[in-house]
Nanobody
Framework: QVTLAESGGGLVQVGDSVTVSCATS?????????VAWFRQAPGKDREFVAA????????YYGDSVKGRFTMSRDKAKKTVSLQMVNLQAEDSAVYYC???????????????????WGQGTQVTVSS
């Protein structure tokens, strides 16, 4: 049984920084397991933010967050985090942690490829 629990987020101002975290449990991981962050704003599709494969340290980012967001993981604590800096109003969304099993690189951008999701955490950027 895989469970994911996000924390962090909240209400911040434009230009601020915030970190959201995801505690994972029950994830027995082949190398092709991916842990990812997605976000969804009201009325919009769920958007890929960042991802990392269990098997390597490479991280992948969506174009809209490159250079501002940094994904990290703590293997011992089984958590992944997303540090977000220079936040803009358009970054306001619910941020979700997700786990996908047996993914290849070309599929990590697609929400439907992920089997497990957290409940999400709200990030609101106010101007």
């Amino acid at each position: 049984q895989v469970t994911l629990a996000e924390s962090g987020g909240g209400l911040v101002q434009v230009g601020d920084s915030v970190t959201v975290s995801c505690a994972t449990s029950g994830v027995t991981l082949p190398g092709s397991t991916v842990v990812a962050w997605f976000r969804q704003a009201p009325g919009k599709d769920r958007e890929f933010v960042a991802a990392i494969f269990r098997s390597d340290s490479n991280k992948y980012y969506g174009d809209s967050v490159k250079g501002r967001f940094t994904m990290s993981r703590d293997k011992a604590k089984k958590t992944v985090s997303l540090q977000m800096v220079n936040l803009q109003a358009e970054d306001s969304a619910v941020y979700y942690c997700a786990v996908g099993l047996n993914l290849i690189l070309s599929s990590i951008w697609t929400p439907s490829r992920y089997q497990y999701w957290g409940q999400g955490t709200q990030v609101t950027v106010s101007s």
